[in-house]
């Protein structure tokens, strides 16, 4: 096992807890540096007005809005309204608004499996019932689409969009469409924005923190097509749901109007690194985005057993729900001599004798 790795200059949470031996590939944060674009607007705000911005009072935080609906129409072809933008602190946050003032405690909210563990635990915390069989969506109030997905890295289809909006038609539901990895897409997949389909009953959410790992600036925003849903928002206490910050918003919109060329050198990076783990891990299921390998081990546990036996912390793929217990998440936004080491683990491990057991053919768990 080689300790001497080229480990990055990182203090955050994905690193501190890590050994001198450790590698790191659990949480999603990059290694990579941030965009200089983006440092250039956070420094130029830090020397100069740290007072209230001018769009203080604003519930889009006005720059914020404007950059998204510019974003989305040149991007995927979908003409948002900024007018019906509303800031948040994170992603996590906006879900659980969005749950609380449009859906009631023992609610059945429908969402692929497996699946990203604060939303399973949003869901548990707030009483809502989850039901992971899309075949039929009778009875359920909301639907929790995340596309492209988290842990698998599928990316959903025109047609599968299309059924799951006649679903939504069909039963009344509420849709809240995570939609936070779309700059994260390989080619020749595609994103396609769920509200561009079904815009009256859809709310997305987004930032720009995982495209361009800034998950520590905390801006998020979502979306709001459903009136009723815009509506809810204007009855509580105004300062009750909190909102963006300054720092947060200048690198959101940074990001989306003058990091570009960082993100198509990065993701140049991290097609390679797939690839990679393509080359080296046999029926692996190369992701269509974002940077998360979802690999299949074969037994529950593995992610003990590669902490422990490779120095590599992984997420459990039990944490993600039904169909995730074989599985570990591996972040591989990384450099290619750390992936290179941590697939030389990996595979040392997995070759040990009842480490895993090998599986017919590859497979996404419960997703379509």
Not at 56 to 84: C, H, I, K, N, T
């Amino acid at each position: 096992m080689d300790d001497t790795f080229p480990r990055p200059a990182k203090d955050g949470l994905k690193w501190a807890n890590a050994g001198p031996d450790v590698i790191a590939c659990w949480i999603a944060d990059m290694d990579f540096p941030t965009a200089p674009a983006i440092v250039e607007v956070l420094q130029r705000r830090a020397r100069g007005d740290l007072g209230y911005p001018a769009w203080a009072a604003e519930p889009q935080a006005g720059p914020l809005a404007e950059a998204f609906a510019e974003r989305m129409l040149v991007r995927y072809g979908w003409a948002a309204d900024p007018s019906a933008v509303r800031a948040f602190s994170d992603l996590n946050q906006a879900l659980q608004v969005m749950l609380h003032v449009a859906t009631e405690p023992g609610d059945t909210i429908a969402m692929h499996a497996p699946a990203y563990p604060p939303f399973l635990g949003t869901l548990e915390e707030m009483g809502r019932v989850l039901r992971t069989d899309l075949s039929d969506l009778a009875g359920c109030r909301a639907l929790i689409l995340v596309n492209p997905h988290n842990p698998t890295g599928k990316v959903f289809t025109r047609s599968e969009l299309f059924a799951l909006a006649e679903q939504a038609e069909r039963y009344d539901l509420l849709v809240i469409s995570d939609e936070v990895h779309a700059d994260l897409v390989y080619s020749p997949a595609e994103h396609i924005p769920f509200a561009s389909i079904l815009p009256e009953r859809t709310i997305t959410l987004t930032s720009a923190t995982k495209a361009y790992n800034l998950g520590g600036v905390r801006c998020a925003l979502a979306h709001l097509g459903p009136p009723r849903v815009s509506e809810a928002l204007g009855s509580p206490p105004s300062f009750l749901y909190g909102g963006a910050n300054v720092f947060g918003v200048e690198a959101t919109v940074a990001a989306w109007k003058h990091a570009d060329g960082w993100l198509r050198d990065t993701m140049a990076v991290l097609d390679r690194n797939r690839r990679l783990i393509a080359s080296r891990v046999p029926r692996y299921v190369v992701p269509e985005a974002t940077y998360l390998a979802w690999l299949d081990l074969g037994r529950p546990g593995m992610a003990e057993v590669l902490e422990r036996e490779a120095r590599i912390l992984v997420s459990d793929g039990a944490a993600f729900g039904p169909g995730g217990e074989t599985f570990v998440r591996v972040n591989f936004a990384t450099s290619t001599a750390i992936l290179t080491e941590v697939l030389d683990r990996l595979t040392r491990v997995c070759s040990m004798p009842g480490a895993t057991q090998p599986q017919p053919e590859p497979r996404r768990a419960h997703l379509p």
